[in-house]
């Protein structure tokens, strides 16, 4: 397994995070920990290059972010924009997901990551 290397300045901050997270992030959370989703183990809140994620698989190639209201903000927008670039240039995927995706259609959000998964698994 390759290290992937982030910022040591980000750790403190991921660490608050997991420490206090949205209640969106929260929810999902409990279908993505302890290995639930196929036998794939989740990291919350990590630091990878110059940002941290909220949810990431390693062996899945995978981040997943959880967007509340602050990502309609321009500055939030431009932010995500470099996260889902740096992701792809790690050869990593991104699913992005609202706060109202997550708490008012939990089954579909975990739908759609199982169905990565899947199509991963395949190859695809």
């Not at 997991?18 to 990590?46: C, H, I, M, V």
């Not at 509340?68 to 470099?82: A, M, P, R, S």
Request: proline fraction near 2%; charge should be neutral; include cysteine.
């Amino acid at each position: 397994m390759t290290k992937l290397k982030y910022n040591p300045k980000l750790k403190e901050y991921a660490r608050q995070l997991r420490n206090n997270p949205t209640y969106a992030e929260k929810t999902l959370w409990y279908s993505l920990r302890g290995k639930q989703l196929k036998g794939y183990d989740f990291d919350r809140q990590k630091p990878l290059g110059e940002f941290i994620f909220d949810f990431y698989c390693y062996k899945l190639k995978l981040v997943i972010e959880v967007d509340g209201i602050t990502h309609e903000d321009e500055d939030v927008k431009q932010n995500d924009k470099l996260k889902d670039e740096f992701i792809a240039s790690i050869s990593f995927n991104i699913l992005r997901f609202t706060d109202d995706e997550v708490l008012g259609n939990g089954n579909m959000v975990v739908r759609k990551i199982v169905e990565y998964i899947e199509k991963f698994e395949k190859g695809i």
